[in-house]
């Protein structure tokens, strides 16, 4: 292989698992090849994923270079985690997807400067920004609600993570170093914080069905809650 | 936040399970596996619910997906010819 020359892997995953733990050189080609192939994987996302006028001129190959190295040391650090339930490289593939949007998001967030005073604490006077029809009554009563039981039925820690996060952009990562947790227990927190929404809500007699008319939110296609309805989930209390 | 995004976030706010769900962690021990059976013409929510509901309910961990997907598509389009 030409040095530089994104390789063509051959490699099963067991050949891949023993040569990134046999040390010595054998164990540096490895890491080297799959570092070759995440920064190829991670330039072509990049290219496809970042309009050119996001990123300054010339900083994504070295973004591109900082997200594969650091995409590397988490496939070394998180080895035995691989269930082997998938081509190697896939799994490679995900950790190396994830850093890169993981940095292009800390970088939006970065540009959007939001003043810290207010992160996490105040709702917006009307949730959202694209320019659409005029706010009917039953829109504004419903925001009203809503916004309302956000203010009142959440824990003031779950009322700061899902202002920075739905309302005011902030990426997950980033809302759960600014709150001292991590990623999964800030799901978690989320979570609990929609249940809480869910049962003021419905405890008001408003349905998904209702909010959802009401905004005119419905995307085209809401393909996960068309399966939920052929398929009803098996909790949905 | 976009008109798309406040209806995805009513939208989570009652699909919302009573117990517990899939932490970001978990899906991500899952995901490669959810990705191949998909390509392969699987029917990935199906065999993996669970991966599915969480990527319902956390939009950043289903751009990864799409990410994956992509780069996927690409290895796959630049793979010799057999």
């Known amino acids: 292989m030409a040095e530089g020359e994104p390789p063509t892997t051959t490699r099963s995953n067991s050949e891949w698992l023993s040569a990134l733990r046999a040390g010595g050189r054998v164990q540096e080609e490895a890491f080297a090849e799959l ?5 190829r994987a991670i330039k072509g996302f990049l290219a496809r994923k970042t309009p050119a006028a996001q990123v300054a001129d010339g900083a994504l190959p070295q973004i591109a270079e900082d997200c594969a190295q650091e995409s590397v040391l988490l496939v070394q650090a998180n080895l035995d985690g691989f269930r082997g339930d998938s081509q190697f490289t896939t799994w490679a ?4 997807i994830r850093v890169a949007l993981g940095e292009l998001r800390r970088r939006r967030w970065r540009k959007a400067a939001l003043d810290e005073a207010l992160l996490g604490q105040v709702l917006p006077s009307w949730p959202i920004d694209d320019p659409g029809p005029e706010r009917s009554l039953a829109q504004r009563q419903a925001w009203a609600l809503l916004g309302g039981l956000i203010e009142t039925s959440l ?29 999964n227990s800030l ?4 979570h609990d914080a929609r249940k809480r929404l869910k049962a003021a809500l419905l405890s008001h007699g408003v349905s998904h069905r209702d909010l959802i008319a009401i905004f005119e ?7 996960y809650l068309e399966e939920g309805k052929k398929r009803p989930p098996r909790d949905v209390s | ?46 065999r993996l619910p669970e991966v599915r509901h969480h990527m319902h309910q956390c939009p950043e961990c ?8 992509e780069v996927l598509a690409s290895e796959e389009k630049s793979a010799p010819s057999k």
């Open chain 1, 35 to 39: 570092r070759l192939l995440m920064l």
């Open chain 1, 217 to 223: 939110a419905l995307p085209p296609e809401r393909p």
């Open chain 1, 155 to 183: 824990t003031p820690l779950q009322h700061k993570a899902l202002i920075a996060h739905a309302f005011q952009g902030m990426p997950l990562d980033l809302v759960a170093e600014w709150l001292g947790t991590n990623r």
């Open chain 2, 62 to 69: 289903e751009e990864v997906y799409r990410g994956l997907l």
């Open chain 2, 1 to 46: 936040m976009k008109r798309k995004d406040f209806g995805r976030l009513i939208d989570t706010v009652f699909a919302a399970k009573a117990g517990e769900e899939m932490s970001c962690s978990e899906y991500f021990d899952r995901l490669a596996c959810y990705a191949e059976l998909e390509t392969s013409g699987e029917d990935a929510s199906a």
């Open chain 1, 187 to 190: 799901y978690k927190l989320i």
């Open chain 1, 93 to 96: 593939y995900a950790i190396a």
